[in-house]
């Protein structure tokens, strides 16, 4: 008797909020396979929510108006080494019912900064995601930090996870036993800036659903303790010319090697550094890690091979043709955040310098904290907020930031934040780890 029976899996329809969390609708596969590809239904509001599930009662969307989740055929994910069913979807933009992007999609908003970085400019970012996370639940034995036996003792869970991001397209260049206790980092290639974020959302998932599987918890929390090592989610970027797809980052004539226009983007980036924190690092955890002497960058600084500065220009390996290894990474982003708004604002902060024509900033040297006043003064160095209320206050008054956006975006952003902030302020640092610790 023949047996037509398929395995029924559910595939889901994703997208990235504002607090970095993964939402979406979810179909019974193969039935429902024609009807995923179209899209479904979304809500407005949906973008209102803390990391806490709460919407404020004041936010700007209430209970009207909807949207869709329109499915990228080209981010069509399938991952069989992960259990017993398959992990599968696609991510999708967020449009109006008429199809048109909608202001408040994260994917839509880094699509049109990297269109006009390309239009106006000419250039094409390349970018990848270096994670940190840990591994709670488990019961290895202790061993050293960075060590083989902190690498063996994971070694189920590792080759897992390994196998489970191949299979999704973004197989690990490199896998390490981090400082703090149970931490990992992993590193990918870079790849055209769209992409690279599209992949970043989903590693996160696959470490989850890995760790899951495994018995353990993984977290992505910028913090676990108040006295542990943060997690980063460090984003290293560069540039092609779009006419002949060749790297323009590196300057071998220029101090520290940067191009002009790297430079101009990289002065952009320090100029509303501040502003981009709310997308960066945008709960109230995160500034459990921005704290100085913590190499997770406290200050407005760049710096070449500089772990405090917030940007830095990367070593690289001898004997590499330094045109195409040359890169920045940007280290004050951690697992909270969405790829999508954080890679997003980066870049829009960096059309700014271009258009401006901005010099280069003075390369730091050593640790911001030492320096006097007066000598951060002189170099234009900052001390990042030091609390989600001051990064949502200086968003507000960032007026060219806040021009990036639908005026009822920047409301629901305000909304949303007060509302989070009220939640937690209570909290002492204790115990606002383990409020977040829950969630990422």
């Known amino acids: 008797m023949h047996d037509d ?45 803390t990391p806490f599930d709460e919407i404020a009662a004041d936010n700007p969307w209430g209970c009207t108006g909807d949207l869709r989740l329109r499915p990228d055929p080209q981010t069509k994910f399938l991952s069989c080494r992960l259990g017993d069913g398959a992990f599968s979807g ?75 991001l191949t299979d999704i397209g973004n197989a690990p260049e490199i896998v390490l036993p981090e400082y703090g206790v149970d931490q990992f980092e992993m590193a990918f290639p870079p790849r055209p800036a769209l992409e690279a ?38 984003i290293h970027f560069s540039f092609l ?19 002009t226009l790297c430079g101009q983007f990289v002065a952009g980036i320090l100029e509303h550094m501040h502003a ?13 890690r921005l704290l100085p002497h913590h190499w997770s960058s406290a200050y407005a600084s760049f710096g070449a091979l500089n772990r405090e500065a917030a940007l830095r220009i990367c070593p690289m390996a001898p004997g590499v043709n330094p045109e195409k290894a040359f890169n920045i990474e940007f280290r004050p982003t951690d697992g909270t955040s969405s790829p999508y708004w954080a890679l997003g604002a980066l870049v829009r902060a960096g059309l700014e310098g271009l258009r401006q024509k901005r010099s280069t ?16 003064s002189e170099m234009g160095i900052t001390r990042l907020p030091a609390s989600l ?8 008054d960032d007026v060219t930031v806040k021009n990036w956006f639908d005026p009822t975006l920047v409301d629901g952003i305000r ?13 002492d640092p204790a115990e606002l780890c383990r409020k977040y610790a829950r969630i990422y």
């Open 90 to 164: 696609m991510l999708c933009d967020i449009t109006t019912l008429e199809g048109l992007p909608w202001y408040g999609c994260g994917r839509s908003f880094l699509k049109a900064a990297l269109d006009d970085l390309k239009n106006e400019f000419g250039l094409i970012m390349q970018a990848t995601f270096e994670m940190e996370f840990q591994i709670t639940g488990t019961q290895w034995d202790s061993a050293p930090a960075f060590s083989i036996q902190a690498m063996r003792r994971a070694d189920g869970f590792l080759r897992a996870l390994t196998d489970a």
């Open 241 to 259: 010319d779009s006419t002949n797809l060749q790297p323009v980052t590196y300057d071998p004539s220029a101090p520290g090697g940067v191009s």
């Open 276 to 288: 981009l924190m709310i997308f960066c690092a945008p709960t109230a955890v995160s500034y459990l």
């Open 389 to 396: 209320t001051e990064a949502l206050a200086a968003f507000l």
């Open 415 to 427: 909304t949303a934040k007060i509302c989070e902030i009220e939640r937690v302020a209570d909290c």
């Open 197 to 234: 974020a599209d992949k970043a959302i989903l590693t996160r998932e696959v470490v989850r659903e890995a760790a899951r599987l495994h018995g353990h918890r993984a977290t992505f929390t910028p913090k676990l303790h108040p006295d542990s090592v943060g997690n980063g989610l460090h």
């Open 5 to 49: 029976h398929q395995t029924t899996t559910l595939g889901a329809l994703l997208t990235n909020d504002l607090v970095g969390i993964t939402r979406g609708r979810f179909f019974p596969l193969p039935a429902r396979a024609q009807a995923m590809e179209k899209g479904c239904g979304w809500v407005p509001a949906n973008l209102g929510l």
């Open 361 to 376: 900033p003075s390369l730091l040297s050593g640790d911001p904290d030492a320096l006097s006043e007066t000598q951060r």
